[in-house]
Structures are given as C-alpha cells and as structure tokens.
C-alpha cells in the first residue's frame, strides 16, 4: 500500500480477505492512517514507513507468532510509543516468588535455568558452575525456619543455589548513580554454636558491579 493519503482505516473487506492469509504488509506514505487491522495470523514481515499519524501497533502484536521482521521508519508517533521504558529502580526476590515490602515489589526469580531473561525490559540471570557430584542445579532453596531480627522475614526465606557464579543483568535501566542493597541472611547451614556436622560449612563469596569487587571475602556469620 503506497502513497494513500485518504486512507484512515483498512476497509472491512480487505481485513476480512486477507486476515488468515496475509505474510507480507507494506505500508507506504498513507499520512492519515491511524490503525491497523488485528489477527493477521500468518504475518512475517510488517513494513511502516511515512505514516505520520499512526499511534499504535495491532493489540494482539504478541499473538503473532509467525512474524520476523518489524520495521518502522518516518512513523514520529508510533516509533514513540514503539520506546522501551527505562527504569530508575529494579527490585529482585532471588528465589522466590513477587514479594512487596512497603512500597518496593521485589520481582520473582524462582525459576531453574542457567540463563533466562526473566523480564525482556528490566534483567535477567546468569548462574553457571558445577557441584562436587557433576551435576548443575540452579532450583531455588528455600525455609520455613524463622527469621528474627527482622519485619520482613519473608524477604529472607529463600535463596538460589550457585556452584560457580550467580549473575544478575540489569536491562533498560537509566544511566545514572545508583544505590545498591543487597539483602543476606544464611539459611542452609546452622550456626556454628551448634557443634553439628551441618555447622561446619561456610558461606564465603565476592560481590562484583559493573566488572569492579565492591566486596570481598564476604562471610554472612560475621557481616
């Protein structure tokens, strides 16, 4: 479809031949268009150029599974909108499932996988190594025991394996300063007062950003 000027909207006899059959749609310099036609079922390409007052993609875009290629050029208000958001704040509940503390949603991260891009706009994990045995396990682990000394024991319940290294990537966040919390308590191996065979384990790791050791030798009995 090229040059169209008068075009607001497809005709209905267009959408309704083409919906269930249409691969391929290229829209050319068509300056009043302001929406498109939805369930093109087996759309690969979606071509958009010059089409000045078109604000919005199909509402059923992640229905569209067979699509390979989306281009948008010259389009001001749909390239907008077309924008990935940028984020100043990003909350993780490693291991466990979406938590709020006051006005913090701490996202969930209770899923086993080396690496997976747990949210395409904010972060994904990376969780590599092996234990003693061969085996890669990256399953949450988690307790029912109490957590004193805190008002979100929640927070702390649970935890993620890692042999080797845990990673986490932050996507789409703005540039800028930021401050860092990271919240450790020690589930797994009892408190060395104890005296049993479980006790005698230890908790030792580093903690990198962007590259840089902001802490090293961190062991949770003594932070």
């Not at 000045?52 to 989306?70: N, T, V």
């Not at 969930?108 to 990376?126: I, Q, R, T």
């Not at 996507?171 to 860092?180: A, C, P, R």
């Amino acid at each position: 479809m090229i040059e169209l000027p008068q075009l607001v909207e497809f005709p209905q006899w267009l959408i309704q031949c083409s919906t269930n059959t249409l691969e391929r749609l290229d829209i050319f310099n068509c300056s009043n268009l302001k929406a498109l036609p939805e369930s093109m079922k087996k759309l690969q390409v979606l071509n958009i150029r010059k089409c000045r007052e078109l604000s919005s993609l199909p509402k059923d875009m992640d229905h569209l599974i067979s699509l390979r290629e989306l281009v948008i050029e010259d389009s001001p208000k749909l390239s907008e909108r077309c924008e990935p958001e940028i984020d100043s704040r990003l909350a993780i509940k490693c291991g466990g499932k979406q938590l709020r503390v006051d006005n913090i949603v701490f996202e969930a991260n209770d899923g086993g996988a080396s690496f997976n891009v747990l949210n395409p706009e904010k972060w994904a994990l990376s969780n590599v190594g092996l234990f003693s045995e061969g085996q890669f396990n990256t399953l949450p682990q988690n307790t029912s025991s109490e957590v004193i000394n805190t008002t979100t024991p929640d927070l702390y319940q649970t935890s993620r394996q890692s042999p080797g290294s845990l990673r986490y990537y932050g996507l789409g966040l703005e540039n800028g300063v930021y401050n860092v919390s990271l919240f450790f308590t020690e589930i797994i191996y009892e408190d060395q007062t104890s005296r049993k065979w479980w006790s005698l384990g230890r908790r030792v790791f580093y903690v990198y950003m962007q590259v840089n050791i902001r802490s090293s030798n961190c062991n949770l009995e003594i932070l």
